[in-house]
């Protein structure tokens, strides 16, 4: 049995599909590529596909993950390639790596998070982002199944600050952006839980919803500060040279 690993996105109005709704077009993106499938065992057999660390409905992504299990072994790439014209502009595929390495859900540790606030003086933007990275903690609330819950959101935050706008926009027409690096605890510390800490010790409410998009999530590197590559493993152990391969390059003569 093969597993690949695949990365995909959600872009422009394709970021307020579910995970759910990304599940069905998924799927059916892999009956169209007659991709071999592994199956499940029982009465209702289902395709052996692992999702990993879902963004929220309505954010965008560069960086979503998940992991499925082939009969017969495929190439990586033409098989990226072929699920991404199955699938809608949108939802792209856009890496794919054999798996050999264990643990991706484990290496999903962190996300980098872009935050555009329509409407925000960036001014404003940075003396609410000073606040909050100056606070020991920052109580927001959150409604669940099992009604509000509150909780401090100050700890996951690795690294919050603003970032210089680099698209053309009409001047009358301010925009904030930041950029938000955030740890996967428990629990789970969302953009809209750092917008709810901002307006809670800073008074900041945009006038229009955010456009959050995750950019990047792997394993935070405590030296550089940086969110690495989770397939990165996969692509080193493939290039690796086997036991096999070594034991023959030591013993050849000179």
Known sequence: MQRIRLRYTKRGRLRFTSHRDFQRAFERALRRAEVPMAYSAGFTPHPKVSYAN???????????????????????????????????????????????????????????WELRLDGVEPAEAERAVAAFNAAEAVEVQRMTKNGV????????????????????????????????????????????????GLRAVADLAPPVPAAVTRLAQGLFDEETSTVTDPL???????????????????????
């Open 149 to 196: 819950r509150t909780f401090d959101a100050r700890p996951a935050v690795v690294q919050l600050e603003t970032q210089s706008e680099t698209a053309d926009r009409p001047t009358d027409q301010p925009c904030a952006i930041l950029r938000l690096v955030v740890r996967h605890v428990t629990p789970a510390v969302r953009p809209d839980d750092v917008l709810s």
């Open 54 to 112: 879902a963004a929220p409905t309505g954010t965008g992504s560069e960086a979503e993950y998940l992991e499925i299990a082939l009969t017969t072994a495929r190439d990586p790439e033409k098989l990226r390639a072929l699920l991404d014209e199955s699938l809608p502009t949108g939802l792209d595929i856009v890496d794919a790596v054999e798996a050999r390495t264990s643990g991706l859900a484990d290496r999903l540790t962190a996300s980098v």
């Open 232 to 254: 990165a493993p996969d692509r080193e152990a493939a290039t690796a040279p086997t036991e096999a391969e070594t034991a023959a390059a030591a013993t050849a003569p000179a």
